[in-house]
């Protein structure tokens, strides 16, 4: 079982920026697919990024050029770099990991096994 853990939210205003970090309890690189989703109050998660095991990414059509995801695989981290940030982007942000025949966001969240506990994200106007 992968136990992951998110840091990193937190309260910004309009235009803002966060950096958003997932630790996996076991070594991912190579392996799994990792991921951010993300849920709105009275909304459906939804995918925003996504790395796959050999590290080509995949974004949300409204966070691209905004939005960043890498990993530090020495240590093992995935990180999720947010720059202008909007209120729109208001949400708890989960990361997850999936050991998945095919790494993309296209099929949404049900193909990831492993989930954080999520870190709310706020963005005030």
């Known amino acids: 079982q992968v136990q992951l853990s998110e840091s990193g939210g937190g309260s910004v205003q309009d235009g803002g920026s966060l950096r958003l970090s997932c630790t996996p309890s076991?070594?991912?690189?190579?392996?799994?697919?990792m991921a951010w989703f993300r849920q709105a109050l009275g909304k459906e998660r939804e995918g925003v990024a996504l790395?796959?095991?050999?590290?080509?990414?995949e974004y949300e059509d409204s966070v691209k050029s905004r939005f960043i995801i890498s990993r530090d695989s020495v240590a093992n981290i995935l990180y999720l770099q947010m720059y202008s940030l909007k209120p729109e982007d208001t949400a708890t942000y989960y990361c997850?990991?999936?050991?998945?025949?095919?790494?993309?966001?296209?099929?949404?969240?049900?193909?990831?096994?492993?989930w954080g506990q999520g870190t709310q994200v706020t963005v005030s106007s």
């Open positions: 997850a990991a999936g050991f998945v025949p095919k790494c993309t966001l296209r099929n949404g969240p049900s193909p990831f096994d492993h």
């Open positions: 076991v070594y991912t690189y190579g392996t799994y697919c």
């Open positions: 790395l796959t095991r050999n590290d080509s990414t």
